[in-house]
């Protein structure tokens, strides 16, 4: 379904790392071979976010063959820095996505209505996806750096477009729910069993994840409406710079 606030925008690097977290209990860290809802989630908030607003992946579009490439790794130990142990990490090589997303106001934070104003965070989104984020982007982990730009979804050639059938890819972490988008004081994962179909990944909204489990309580953190900038406020800054 097409939503007034909808765009797309592709996200790329040399490496990327979904951990597994199941392969993360011996030290060794595995990646998934398809990113998460929560990871581009995440890379969405980084080039532009404010408590405003939730960001909803529609879809992911996995342009690159999905390839391993493993690495050992000397990760620090904090309690010996006199030695390192040596870990090996699985990296997906040459990831290449394009990523369709829209935003909805948050409906927990009511005190924040008067920033309600969706055309501006929208042109300020876009501005944000041409100038490649407002913050570093990272494919999963830190030192897998991610590179943004805008896209038309679909018109460029993917790996996967013609292949016919289904590819499962087993039960995976969807992502975390936050209390500050859930109303509840509690922190959860979800789970769920993605499917691509011709190279594309239509994710489930968060509510609809049937697999969700308590993970610990948590409260919503605060944000002080006179300390955040207003949308109208930072549109009007950009576009002063751009002038």
């Not at 998934?32 to 405003?52: D, F, N």
């Not at 913050?135 to 943004?148: H, K």
């Amino acid at each position: 379904m097409k939503r007034k606030n909808q765009l797309a925008f592709k996200i790329y690097g040399d490496y990327a790392l979904f951990t597994d977290p199941l392969t993360k209990m011996g030290g060794e860290k595995m990646t998934y071979q398809v990113p998460t809802y929560q990871a581009l989630k995440g890379i969405t908030e980084s080039i532009y976010w404010k408590p405003t607003i939730i960001y909803y992946i529609d879809e992911v579009r996995i342009m690159n063959p999905i390839q391993m490439e493993s690495k050992g790794i000397r990760p620090m130990k904090y309690n010996d820095s006199s030695a390192s142990d040596l870990a090996y990490y699985t990296y997906l090589k040459k990831p290449c996505y394009e990523v369709k997303v829209h935003f909805e106001f948050n409906p927990y934070r009511p005190d924040l209505k008067g920033d309600w104003n969706e055309d501006k965070h929208f042109q300020i989104l876009k501005r944000s996806i041409k100038a490649g984020g407002r913050r570093d982007i990272f494919l999963g982990t830190r030192e897998c750096q991610g590179y943004v730009e805008p896209v038309e979804f679909g018109k460029e050639k993917g790996h996967y477009d013609d292949y016919e059938g289904e590819l499962h890819f087993g039960t995976m972490v969807h992502g975390l729910s936050y209390p500050d988008e859930t109303g509840k004081d509690e922190l959860a994962v979800r789970l769920w069993k993605p499917v691509m179909k011709e190279g594309i990944i239509k994710f489930d909204r968060p509510e609809d994840c049937n697999l969700v489990r308590s993970l610990r309580p948590m409260y919503a953190k605060q944000f002080e409406p006179e300390n955040i900038e207003l949308a109208d406020q930072l549109f009007d800054a950009l576009t002063r710079e751009a002038e």
